[in-house]
């Protein structure tokens, strides 16, 4: 029993430590822009479409092949927080057959992966800001490289 909490305690341990349990440092949309532009996708300032929305202050679009990353900032954490949440809900109804999942809520940030009937969905909300992408199977090692060099 002693040796089971243990293994269980060391397993606890290592999940924090390949999680990342450290607070997340959040990009600003010139960041994200030099990001992507510099691995080949086009961006837009996609305000516009979102400008009814009282709590999006910035958002823009990243695409290449049909392959699109959104990249919100908020006017504050908890509407990031709600946003994440309703999105978050979206991507968990949308599930059927076989699914992929992965949810992980830390400190100042949290994520939600979910891979199911041929799209990879992802977001990512840093302090303030939000990462949705909602991709075909096929873009998903082009976005999530992008995911990976923001650290989101």
């Excluded at 030099?34 to 080949?40: D, L, V």
């Excluded at 309703?86 to 809520?105: A, C, H, P, Q, R």
Aim: charged share 20%; proline share 0%.
């Amino acid at each position: 029993m002693r040796r089971g909490l243990v293994l269980f305690g060391s397993f606890v341990l290592c999940l924090f430590l390949l999680t990342g349990c450290g607070k997340k440092s959040a990009i600003d949309t010139s960041k994200f822009r030099s990001i992507t532009e510099a691995n080949g996708f086009s961006v837009i300032n996609d305000y516009d479409s979102y400008s009814s929305y009282s709590s999006i202050n910035e958002t823009f679009l990243a695409s290449k092949d049909n392959c699109d990353i959104q990249f919100f900032v908020l006017d504050n954490v908890n509407s990031a927080k709600s946003m994440f949440d309703i999105n978050k809900n979206k991507f968990e109804n949308s599930k059927t057959g076989l699914s992929t999942e992965v949810s992980t809520s830390l400190n100042n940030y949290d994520t939600y992966l979910v891979q199911t009937n041929g799209y990879y969905k992802y977001l990512s909300r840093v302090d303030n800001t939000l990462v949705y992408v909602n991709v075909l199977m096929e873009c998903k090692d082009s976005v999530k490289n992008i995911i990976d060099i923001m650290k989101y």
